[in-house]
Protein backbone atom coordinates (compact mmCIF):
# COMPACT_ATOMS: atom_id res chain seq x y z
CA UNK A 1 0.00 0.00 0.00
CA UNK A 2 1.45 3.70 -0.73
CA UNK A 3 2.35 5.03 3.02
CA UNK A 4 1.55 8.57 1.10
CA UNK A 5 -1.88 8.84 0.64
CA UNK A 6 -3.71 9.45 3.51
CA UNK A 7 -7.26 11.07 2.07
CA UNK A 8 -9.50 9.78 -0.61
CA UNK A 9 -11.53 12.95 -1.90
CA UNK A 10 -14.86 11.99 -3.98
CA UNK A 11 -17.16 14.06 -5.94
CA UNK A 12 -20.97 13.40 -5.29
CA UNK A 13 -23.33 13.89 -7.73
CA UNK A 14 -22.74 10.89 -10.42
CA UNK A 15 -19.83 9.57 -8.49
CA UNK A 16 -21.94 8.32 -4.77
CA UNK A 17 -24.69 9.82 -5.49
CA UNK A 18 -26.97 7.97 -8.23
CA UNK A 19 -27.89 11.40 -9.57
CA UNK A 20 -29.09 10.19 -13.58
CA UNK A 21 -30.34 7.05 -12.16
CA UNK A 22 -33.04 9.71 -10.29
CA UNK A 23 -33.58 12.04 -12.81
CA UNK A 24 -34.14 9.14 -15.26
CA UNK A 25 -37.18 7.76 -12.83
CA UNK A 26 -37.82 11.41 -12.48
CA UNK A 27 -38.10 11.64 -16.20
CA UNK A 28 -40.10 8.22 -16.39
CA UNK A 29 -43.15 8.99 -14.25
CA UNK A 30 -43.71 12.30 -16.36
CA UNK A 31 -43.82 10.39 -19.85
CA UNK A 32 -46.34 7.82 -18.23
CA UNK A 33 -48.24 10.73 -16.63
CA UNK A 34 -48.39 12.93 -19.63
CA UNK A 35 -49.63 12.07 -23.39
CA UNK A 36 -47.59 14.45 -24.96
CA UNK A 37 -44.40 13.32 -23.86
CA UNK A 38 -44.75 9.49 -24.58
CA UNK A 39 -43.94 10.71 -28.37
CA UNK A 40 -40.49 11.37 -27.68
CA UNK A 41 -37.46 8.87 -26.61
CA UNK A 42 -37.02 8.70 -23.08
CA UNK A 43 -33.27 9.22 -23.78
CA UNK A 44 -34.07 12.42 -25.16
CA UNK A 45 -36.30 13.68 -22.59
CA UNK A 46 -33.18 12.81 -20.10
CA UNK A 47 -31.17 14.92 -22.08
CA UNK A 48 -33.52 17.83 -22.39
CA UNK A 49 -34.24 17.81 -18.72
CA UNK A 50 -30.20 17.45 -17.75
CA UNK A 51 -29.57 20.44 -20.29
CA UNK A 52 -32.13 22.53 -18.56
CA UNK A 53 -30.66 21.50 -15.05
CA UNK A 54 -27.48 22.32 -16.11
CA UNK A 55 -28.22 26.09 -17.33
CA UNK A 56 -30.12 26.96 -13.95
CA UNK A 57 -28.14 25.03 -11.88
CA UNK A 58 -25.09 27.21 -12.87
CA UNK A 59 -27.15 30.44 -12.20
CA UNK A 60 -28.26 29.08 -8.60
CA UNK A 61 -24.23 28.30 -7.67
CA UNK A 62 -23.89 32.30 -8.53
CA UNK A 63 -26.72 33.23 -6.37
CA UNK A 64 -28.41 34.97 -8.77
CA UNK A 65 -31.81 32.80 -8.66
CA UNK A 66 -33.03 30.57 -5.58
CA UNK A 67 -33.63 27.05 -5.71
CA UNK A 68 -37.66 27.25 -5.95
CA UNK A 69 -36.82 29.90 -9.13
CA UNK A 70 -34.17 27.58 -10.12
CA UNK A 71 -36.88 24.66 -10.74
CA UNK A 72 -39.67 26.65 -12.03
CA UNK A 73 -37.43 27.77 -14.95
CA UNK A 74 -36.06 24.82 -15.70
CA UNK A 75 -40.05 22.58 -15.81
CA UNK A 76 -41.11 26.29 -17.30
CA UNK A 77 -38.27 25.89 -20.56
CA UNK A 78 -39.08 21.99 -20.45
CA UNK A 79 -42.83 22.75 -21.11
CA UNK A 80 -42.71 24.54 -23.60
CA UNK A 81 -40.14 22.78 -25.90
CA UNK A 82 -43.41 20.97 -26.28
CA UNK A 83 -45.89 23.91 -26.23
CA UNK A 84 -47.48 23.12 -23.04
CA UNK A 85 -46.35 25.85 -21.07
CA UNK A 86 -49.73 27.17 -20.43
CA UNK A 87 -51.09 24.04 -19.76
CA UNK A 88 -48.79 23.49 -16.65
CA UNK A 89 -47.84 24.96 -13.56
CA UNK A 90 -44.38 24.06 -13.84
CA UNK A 91 -43.75 24.17 -9.91
CA UNK A 92 -46.92 21.51 -10.00
CA UNK A 93 -44.93 19.56 -13.03
CA UNK A 94 -41.78 19.85 -10.83
CA UNK A 95 -43.25 18.43 -7.76
CA UNK A 96 -44.46 15.43 -9.80
CA UNK A 97 -40.61 15.13 -11.19
CA UNK A 98 -39.69 15.35 -7.63
CA UNK A 99 -41.14 12.84 -5.74
CA UNK A 100 -40.43 10.26 -8.52
CA UNK A 101 -36.58 11.26 -8.35
CA UNK A 102 -36.49 11.00 -4.46
CA UNK A 103 -38.40 8.23 -4.18
CA UNK A 104 -35.78 6.60 -6.25
CA UNK A 105 -32.54 7.90 -4.60
CA UNK A 106 -29.85 5.63 -3.84
CA UNK A 107 -26.57 5.27 -4.03
CA UNK A 108 -23.92 4.00 -6.96
CA UNK A 109 -23.92 0.42 -6.89
CA UNK A 110 -20.74 -0.47 -4.83
CA UNK A 111 -20.61 2.97 -3.30
CA UNK A 112 -21.04 2.12 0.14
CA UNK A 113 -19.19 -1.24 0.25
CA UNK A 114 -16.22 1.52 -1.34
CA UNK A 115 -16.50 3.91 1.62
CA UNK A 116 -16.62 1.15 4.58
CA UNK A 117 -13.45 -0.45 2.84
CA UNK A 118 -11.50 2.54 2.21
CA UNK A 119 -12.50 3.68 6.19
CA UNK A 120 -10.34 1.28 7.82
CA UNK A 121 -6.76 2.81 5.63
CA UNK A 122 -8.18 6.44 4.89
CA UNK A 123 -10.31 9.24 5.68
CA UNK A 124 -12.48 10.31 3.25
CA UNK A 125 -13.71 14.09 1.99
CA UNK A 126 -16.29 14.89 -0.51
CA UNK A 127 -15.55 18.01 -2.85
CA UNK A 128 -18.65 19.22 -4.76
CA UNK A 129 -20.40 21.64 -6.63
CA UNK A 130 -24.24 22.53 -4.98
CA UNK A 131 -25.83 24.36 -2.44
CA UNK A 132 -24.72 22.75 1.36
CA UNK A 133 -28.00 21.71 3.01
CA UNK A 134 -28.96 19.78 -0.21
CA UNK A 135 -25.69 18.18 -0.55
CA UNK A 136 -25.92 17.29 3.16
CA UNK A 137 -29.08 16.18 3.13
CA UNK A 138 -28.48 13.67 0.24
CA UNK A 139 -25.51 11.74 1.74
CA UNK A 140 -27.95 10.97 4.91
CA UNK A 141 -31.07 10.12 2.83
CA UNK A 142 -28.29 7.49 0.77
CA UNK A 143 -26.77 7.05 4.04
CA UNK A 144 -23.15 7.39 3.38
CA UNK A 145 -22.71 10.73 5.56
CA UNK A 146 -21.06 8.35 8.62
CA UNK A 147 -18.41 7.56 6.30
CA UNK A 148 -17.75 11.35 5.52
CA UNK A 149 -15.00 13.05 7.58
CA UNK A 150 -14.53 16.58 6.08
CA UNK A 151 -16.63 18.27 3.04
CA UNK A 152 -15.68 21.68 0.42
CA UNK A 153 -19.40 22.27 -1.06
CA UNK A 154 -19.60 25.25 -3.29
CA UNK A 155 -21.98 26.92 -1.86
CA UNK A 156 -19.62 26.47 1.31
CA UNK A 157 -16.65 27.85 0.76
CA UNK A 158 -17.38 30.10 -1.91
CA UNK A 159 -15.74 28.41 -5.54
CA UNK A 160 -17.14 25.84 -7.46
CA UNK A 161 -15.10 23.08 -9.36
CA UNK A 162 -13.16 23.53 -11.51
CA UNK A 163 -11.51 25.88 -9.69
CA UNK A 164 -8.89 24.87 -7.70
CA UNK A 165 -9.52 27.12 -4.77
CA UNK A 166 -12.27 24.47 -3.70
CA UNK A 167 -9.74 21.53 -3.95
CA UNK A 168 -7.21 23.56 -2.02
CA UNK A 169 -9.85 24.03 0.85
CA UNK A 170 -10.08 20.79 1.10
CA UNK A 171 -6.93 19.11 1.48
CA UNK A 172 -6.53 22.16 3.73
CA UNK A 173 -9.96 21.08 5.93
CA UNK A 174 -8.16 17.43 5.65
CA UNK A 175 -4.98 18.65 7.05
CA UNK A 176 -2.90 16.89 3.53
CA UNK A 177 -0.55 17.86 0.91
CA UNK A 178 -1.67 17.45 -2.37
CA UNK A 179 0.45 14.41 -2.93
CA UNK A 180 -1.24 12.54 0.14
CA UNK A 181 -4.86 13.13 -1.32
CA UNK A 182 -6.78 11.35 -4.40
CA UNK A 183 -9.76 12.57 -5.97
CA UNK A 184 -12.38 10.09 -7.78
CA UNK A 185 -14.76 12.13 -10.04
CA UNK A 186 -16.99 11.82 -13.01
CA UNK A 187 -16.82 14.98 -14.97
CA UNK A 188 -14.08 15.09 -17.20
CA UNK A 189 -14.30 18.89 -17.39
CA UNK A 190 -15.21 19.75 -13.43
CA UNK A 191 -13.61 17.26 -11.60
CA UNK A 192 -10.40 15.83 -13.71
CA UNK A 193 -9.10 19.58 -14.67
CA UNK A 194 -10.20 20.95 -11.36
CA UNK A 195 -8.18 18.32 -9.46
CA UNK A 196 -5.22 18.08 -11.81
CA UNK A 197 -5.12 22.06 -11.48
CA UNK A 198 -4.93 21.78 -8.39
CA UNK A 199 -1.64 18.54 -8.14
CA UNK A 200 -4.41 16.18 -6.93
CA UNK A 201 -3.80 12.61 -8.47
CA UNK A 202 -7.40 11.99 -10.30
CA UNK A 203 -9.21 8.78 -10.93
CA UNK A 204 -11.84 9.33 -13.95
CA UNK A 205 -15.08 7.33 -13.02
CA UNK A 206 -15.89 6.89 -16.81
CA UNK A 207 -19.41 4.78 -16.67
CA UNK A 208 -20.16 5.81 -20.14
CA UNK A 209 -17.04 4.84 -21.85
CA UNK A 210 -15.96 7.87 -22.99
CA UNK A 211 -12.66 8.55 -24.74
CA UNK A 212 -10.33 10.23 -22.84
CA UNK A 213 -8.95 13.51 -24.55
CA UNK A 214 -5.20 12.66 -23.14
CA UNK A 215 -3.94 9.71 -21.90
CA UNK A 216 -2.07 9.03 -18.33
CA UNK A 217 -5.22 9.21 -16.17
CA UNK A 218 -6.34 6.36 -14.17
CA UNK A 219 -9.75 5.16 -14.94
CA UNK A 220 -12.64 3.14 -13.84
CA UNK A 221 -15.96 1.86 -15.20
CA UNK A 222 -17.76 1.52 -11.89
CA UNK A 223 -17.08 1.88 -7.95
CA UNK A 224 -17.09 -2.23 -7.81
CA UNK A 225 -15.11 -4.21 -7.36
CA UNK A 226 -13.91 -2.16 -4.55
CA UNK A 227 -10.00 -3.78 -5.22
CA UNK A 228 -9.80 -2.38 -8.06
CA UNK A 229 -10.34 0.96 -7.04
CA UNK A 230 -7.92 0.51 -4.07
CA UNK A 231 -5.47 -0.26 -6.47
CA UNK A 232 -5.40 2.48 -8.47
CA UNK A 233 -6.03 4.68 -5.06
CA UNK A 234 -2.68 3.34 -3.76
CA UNK A 235 -0.88 3.31 -7.28
CA UNK A 236 2.59 5.40 -7.16
CA UNK A 237 1.55 6.79 -10.87
CA UNK A 238 3.06 10.39 -11.24
CA UNK A 239 0.03 13.05 -11.11
CA UNK A 240 -0.06 14.71 -14.83
CA UNK A 241 0.35 17.96 -15.31
CA UNK A 242 -1.86 18.99 -18.10
CA UNK A 243 -5.40 18.49 -19.24
CA UNK A 244 -7.60 19.01 -22.06
CA UNK A 245 -11.53 19.96 -22.37
CA UNK A 246 -14.65 17.73 -21.92
CA UNK A 247 -14.28 14.30 -24.14
CA UNK A 248 -17.85 13.80 -26.71
CA UNK A 249 -20.30 11.87 -25.62
CA UNK A 250 -19.58 7.78 -26.30
Given at each position: MSSRIKVVFFDLDDTLYDHSFHIHSGISALREQHSFLQAHSIESLNKLSHDLLEEVHARLLLGEISLNESRRIRWYKFLKNFGQELNFDPIEFSDSYLRAYYGSERALPGAIDLLRELRKEYRIGIISNNLLEEQLAKMRRIGIIEYIDFYAISDDVGFAKPDRRIFEIALERGGVSQDE??????????????????????????????????????????????????????????????????????
Open positions: AVFIGDSWHIDITGALTAGIRPIWLNRSGMLPPEPGIAEIPSLEPVERVLNHIRSETPTPTTTNAEPPSA
